[in-house]
């Protein structure tokens, strides 16, 4: 049964690749996690605990390093995991996103993940899944909120994402 999810994940990703557009990334080979999908924890923030904050600073682009997870010719790898806002007291519309990019590009991109959270004391929790190129075994992120200040009279924001298949 394993084996057939596989090759129904698998046959569409290879149809794809006989196809050479520019703009893609191709490979043969794909590794999916043998055991839980949260085993590989690549990003994680908390702007209340303030856990994750030093390695992926607000509004700068920093390195996530896969080397030591997945092959060294990976090509891409797949995340998937949650984007979190926990509304304070404030009435405030707080806003999470998220931009992603290659390895040392330099270009600035928009935004290619979001949620928000309207009502005071509520909370949002929106699942997120992408696949991103990686070269030298990285790639980079950069994150956004909307809001200032500590909850519980403002929101809180997190991002958690686990790295649960690669391309080769």
Not at 122 to 127: F, L, W, Y
Not at 160 to 167: F, M
Request: charged share 15%; glycine share 8%; aromatic share 8%.
């Amino acid at each position: 049964m394993d084996k057939l999810l596989a090759c129904l994940v698998a046959i569409p990703l290879l149809l794809a690749g006989c196809q050479t557009p520019d703009g893609f990334v191709e490979g043969a080979r794909l590794g999916i996690v043998a055991q839980s999908p949260v085993q590989f924890s690549v990003v994680f923030v908390n702007s209340h605990t303030g856990e994750g904050l030093r390695k992926f600073p607000e509004n700068e682009w920093a390195t996530v390093d896969v080397s030591g997870i997945v092959p060294s010719a990976t090509k891409a790898v797949y995340l998937s995991g949650l984007l979190i806002i926990t509304h304070g007291a404030a009435s405030e519309l707080c806003d999470l996103t998220l931009a992603y990019r290659n390895y040392r590009e330099g270009a600035d991109h928009t935004y290619v993940a979001q949620t928000i959270a309207v009502e005071p004391n509520g909370g949002q929790r929106t699942p997120h899944s992408i696949w991103i190129p990686v070269r030298e075994g990285n790639f980079e992120i950069k994150w956004r909120r909307s809001t200032s200040g500590e909850w519980p009279e403002h929101c809180a924001y997190g991002i958690n994402l686990h790295l649960v298949a690669y391309l080769r």
